[in-house]
């Protein structure tokens, strides 16, 4: 017998806390798997958010710091410019990155500080119980929104990779999601290309996944990773947006 | 120099390789000199986008072991207290300064010491104190500044130089060559990338809440040992006081030209500059009282000081107060008279000159 | 070639992403619990697994492995 696939090595043994289908597990364990193959163990310092993804050190056999809800990119920015020979990465939800962090998120992106964002897009706040994020779908449902999300009361929702891409600090956004293998499978090449392009140097880079919150959508989870395609990524459309050659 | 300058100065000889700020009066010649003298000292400069955003960058720059300070005023340093209490949580060395100016909201410019309840009592969320140092002078910067680093880092804390408007743009000689750059303390638990040790993590969440108690016993017995060894305060002319002004920062500088005058009237009174605002001097206060009957508060403020006086005076003595608030500085031989008629009102017989 | 998969049945929440993306119908929602109290994924071993990992790919707690023989 030949072993395919194993659980990468720096996953710690701690049982996931997320909800059944998540998409958080799979991100999780892409960003190990890829620092694992480009053997940055000892490279590399995680940001870990507020919000469902706080807990990463229980998980993370890397350095890991946890920053207040919002603030990661600025937090990341601190750690880079002191080691600028790390690998530097926030782990980032909607809320942290696109309300109370958009600030700190915009303006590092804009210094083209030479970190990785990677942004987690799950339309919905998890942590607390599934309200509205920026990112929410119009008409879409949540406990702040519970008659559907007008965009006259509460905006529109935020496309954060398309933002980014104006500033002339960006260097490589790309949207991805977690949905279904064959995105996963871009998904981990996006986050390989993040990472191995701030080793080289290249800049500000930022990675939307697009994730399944089966709970607070309140569905199924084959249900959710259908909904990622049917109806998030019409809002959200999957791709690069920027790529400086490097 | 110019106390703003001179305080950054300070912290470059100090080892402060790191500085995040934003703008704001009157401190902005603080940002501006480390964005001229950082590059070259091979330091770091960054203007940030707003006081969070650099108190955020302070963490992260601490936990990765680097020496770094941001500074501002009254408005930004309430953007700043949150940061605050994470820096505190996550035992994370950091030097934060205030040049108050008046306030409350968006105040005047003008220096005043409107943000002593908000530095000595913790001043974000959670059971936390932050040693707070009140320097007097610009030359006394070359004291106070390396010793915040020194305690940021000896113990693990933030630490909060509570400057003002009037101290950071008054000019005074200043000799650094006297200025003692802190040790190097060894930092075995900054984030440096996990090669040839395990994984670190630095955070402050604590679900389980007799964990978190736990921590919160192990934070209150750091500040009692701050408390025990870390009390700083300079007297003059307490001997034969009858009378003792309690006054910091540049309100101990007008204190000093008020008992100038009343000590040539005969009048007896001494004063008690602490220069830790946190760990408050409520020992030697304590002491005094034994002795002395009056004490007489003064503050650039509406009263905030004057609760930690009568705190440690534990109902002996009298205390008096006068504060201006909002950036008004008045003058010494205005707090003279002031102090006059409270001395003769407390002291009736004897012979003393009556104004 | 024969795939085939290991579950770690105590990491599993039983939500049956590995079940909706098999192509070979190999892993079926078993009336076991484990001690989360979740309904476990269970692989059954005469079908025919290519061994594909889109299993292991969308399990969100990592608990498969994919080996073949």
Redesign the interface.
């Known amino acids: 017998?030949?072993?395919?696939?194993?659980?990468?090595k720096l996953?710690k043994e701690a049982?996931?806390h997320?909800?059944?289908?998540?998409?958080?597990?799979?991100i999780n364990?892409l960003l190990m798997e890829v620092i694992e193959e480009l053997d940055l163990?000892?490279?590399?310092?995680c940001?870990?958010p507020a919000g469902c993804g706080?807990?990463l050190?229980n998980y993370?056999?890397?350095?890991?710091?946890?920053?207040?809800h919002g603030?990661g990119a600025?937090?990341?920015?601190?750690?880079?410019?002191?080691?600028p020979q790390?690998?530097v990465f926030s782990y980032q939800g909607d809320g942290d990155l696109a309300a109370i962090g958009t600030?700190?998120g915009?303006?590092a992106a804009n210094?083209g500080e030479n970190i990785t964002v990677i942004f987690v897009n799950n339309g919905v706040y998890g942590m607390t119980g599934g309200q509205m994020a920026p990112t929410t779908l119009l008409d879409q449902v949540t406990t702040t929104t519970p008659t559907g999300r007008d965009a006259g009361l509460a905006g529109h929702p935020v496309r954060i990779c398309e933002v980014f891409a104006v500033l002339d600090g960006t260097s490589y956004l790309e949207r991805v999601a977690v949905n279904?293998?064959a995105a996963?499978?871009k998904a981990k090449k996006a986050i390989k290309k993040a990472f191995q392009r701030q080793v080289d140097g290249a800049g500000f880079s930022l990675v939307e996944i697009l994730s399944p919150c089966?709970v607070n959508w309140k569905m199924g989870?084959?249900e959710a990773?259908r909904w990622v395609d049917e109806a998030m990524v019409r809002q959200f459309p999957l791709g690069v947006f920027k790529e400086v050659p490097c | 120099m110019s106390g703003n300058a001179a305080l950054a100065e300070a912290a470059v000889l100090s080892g402060c390789?790191?500085y995040?700020g934003y703008p704001i009066t009157p401190q902005n010649e603080i940002t501006e000199y480390m964005a001229r003298r950082m590059p070259g000292a091979g330091g770091?400069f960054?203007q940030?986008?707003?006081e969070?955003?650099?108190v955020?960058?302070?963490?992260?720059?601490?936990?990765?072991?680097?020496r770094?300070m941001t500074s501002s005023s009254g408005p930004g340093m309430s953007l700043k207290q949150?940061?605050i209490s994470?820096l505190v949580a996550?035992e994370l060395p950091a030097v934060i300064v205030n040049m108050m100016r008046g306030g409350p909201g968006m105040g005047s410019i003008a220096g005043a010491q409107s943000d002593y309840f908000q530095a000595t009592r913790g001043g974000g969320h959670g059971d936390y104190r932050t040693v707070v140092l009140a320097p007097a002078s610009v030359p006394e910067l070359t004291e106070i500044v390396p010793l915040a680093f020194d305690l940021a880092d000896k113990y693990r804390s933030p630490v909060i130089i509570l400057g003002d408007g009037i101290l950071g743009q008054m000019m005074e000689p200043v000799d650094f060559d006297g200025l003692v750059r802190p040790p190097d303390y060894e930092k075995s638990w900054a984030?440096?990338?996990?090669?040839?040790r395990p994984?670190?993590?630095?955070?402050?969440?604590i679900f389980d809440v007799k964990l978190q108690e736990e921590k919160n016993w192990k934070l209150q017995r750091k500040f009692r040992l701050i408390e025990q060894d870390e009390v700083r305060y300079e007297t003059h002319l307490v001997d034969d006081a009858e009378m003792i002004v309690v006054a910091y920062g540049i309100g101990a500088r007008i204190a000093k030209g008020a008992i100038k005058r009343l000590r040539e009237e005969g009048h007896k009174v001494g004063m008690i500059r602490p220069i830790t605002l946190w760990p408050f001097p409520m020992k030697a206060l304590r002491e005094m009282a034994q002795t002395v009957r009056d004490f007489f508060v003064f503050e650039l403020s509406a009263g905030q000081m004057v609760e930690d006086v009568r705190l440690a005076l534990e109902g002996r003595g009298r205390v008096h107060f006068y504060g201006r608030p909002g950036g008004v500085v008045p003058m010494p031989v205005e707090l003279y008279r002031i102090i006059s008629r409270h001395y003769c009102q407390a002291h009736p017989d004897g012979d003393r000159k009556q104004r | 070639m024969k795939?085939?998969i290991q579950i770690d049945r105590?990491?599993c929440?039983?939500?049956?992403?590995c079940i909706?993306?098999c192509p070979q119908n190999c892993i079926r929602l078993s009336d076991e619990l484990n001690l989360k109290g979740?309904f476990v994924a269970a692989f059954d071993e005469g079908m025919d697994c290519t061994?594909c990992?889109?299993c292991?790919?969308?399990?969100?707690?990592?608990a498969?492995?994919?080996?073949?023989?």
């Open positions: 017998m030949k072993t395919l696939y194993a659980r990468p996953l049982h996931f997320y909800c059944p289908g998540c998409g958080h597990g799979i364990r163990q000892g490279d590399a310092i940001v870990a706080m807990l050190y993370f056999e890397i350095d890991v710091v946890e920053s207040a603030r600025a937090v990341a920015t601190g750690i880079k410019r002191v080691r790390n690998l600030a700190e915009f303006h210094r279904k293998p996963v499978v089966p989870t084959l990773c | 390789t790191h995040f770091v960054i940030s986008e707003s969070i955003a650099a955020n960058m302070v963490l992260g720059a601490s936990a990765a072991g680097a770094s949150e940061g994470y996550d984030l440096t990338g996990a090669r040839g994984a670190q993590a630095i955070y402050s969440l | 795939g085939s105590e990491r929440k039983g939500c049956a992403l909706d993306f979740y061994a990992r889109s292991a790919l969308m399990c969100p707690d990592v498969i492995a994919v080996s073949r023989s």
